[in-house]
């Protein structure tokens, strides 16, 4: 079967560094994007790792490692505005993304 | 460039009864893409057209789903009879080749 697993809730403080993982198991793999969706609205494209190692989009960074099926995204300088839903997802052969479960991430004062 | 458009944005149906649903790419994306996203369970795959041709329909839960997309333009997603476990948010997306794909804001269709 194929499966990406990410923690269900994250909490964290505004101005803090968090780390969202994903792990992922599937029968093919062309890359691991990354999403966010406020309140069930549009998901949105955050970042995409196509080969193994760190990728920086501003305040959001994405890293891979494909030999260990594993790869994370990195928020720092966490904004009350960050608190939303974020997925990890497989970019398969005939390009559909495969989801994983989301993770709530909720920003605190 | 206007993004990807869904319509209707919610639809309430009895069961037995036939919804169409609406995605309008962005322009000039030729792969357009149905998922979607049942009772809070992850966003799954439906089908892929690249043009007017279906690329992948792998996800399509059964026949009651009829995916269209005369002209290469816009496509519809068509329920028909519509079963209770059909109610989820559908989503539409389209990329330009096999990259980014950007997602419309979802029909969220109940069946009652």
């Known amino acids: 079967g194929q499966s990406l697993e990410q923690p269900s809730e994250v909490t964290a403080v505004e101005g803090a560094i968090v780390q969202i993982n994903c792990t992922y198991q599937?029968?093919?793999?062309?890359?691991l994007s990354w999403y966010q969706q406020h309140d069930g609205g549009a998901p949105t494209f955050l970042s995409y790792?196509?080969?193994?190692g760190l990728e920086e989009t501003g305040r959001f960074s994405s890293f891979l490692s494909r030999s260990d099926s594993y790869g994370y995204l990195l928020l720092q300088e966490l904004q009350m505005k960050d608190s939303a839903s974020y997925f990890c997802?497989?970019?398969?052969?005939?390009?559909?993304?495969?989801f994983g479960t989301g993770t709530l991430l909720a920003v605190q004062p | 460039e206007a993004g990807v458009t869904q319509f209707p944005s919610h639809s309430v149906i009895e069961k037995g009864q036939t919804v169409t649903l609406r995605c309008d790419p962005i322009?000039?994306?030729?792969?357009l893409y149905w998922y979607r996203r049942v009772m809070g369970k992850e966003i799954k795959f439906l089908l892929h057209?690249?043009?007017?041709?279906?690329?992948?329909e792998s996800g399509m839960p059964n026949n009651r789903f009829l995916a269209e997309r005369t002209g290469g333009t816009y496509s519809t997603l068509k329920v028909q009879p519509a079963e209770l476990e059909d109610s989820g948010v559908y989503f539409c997306?389209?990329?330009?080749?096999?990259?980014?794909?950007?997602f419309g804001p979802g029909t969220r269709l109940t069946v009652l």
């Open positions: 997802a497989v970019r398969g052969a005939t390009n559909k993304l495969i």
């Open positions: 599937t029968s093919g793999f062309y890359g």
């Open positions: 997306a389209s990329s330009r080749g096999g990259d980014t794909q950007y």
């Open positions: 322009s000039g994306h030729d792969n």
């Open positions: 790792n196509g080969l193994d």
């Open positions: 057209f690249v043009k007017e041709s279906k690329q992948d």
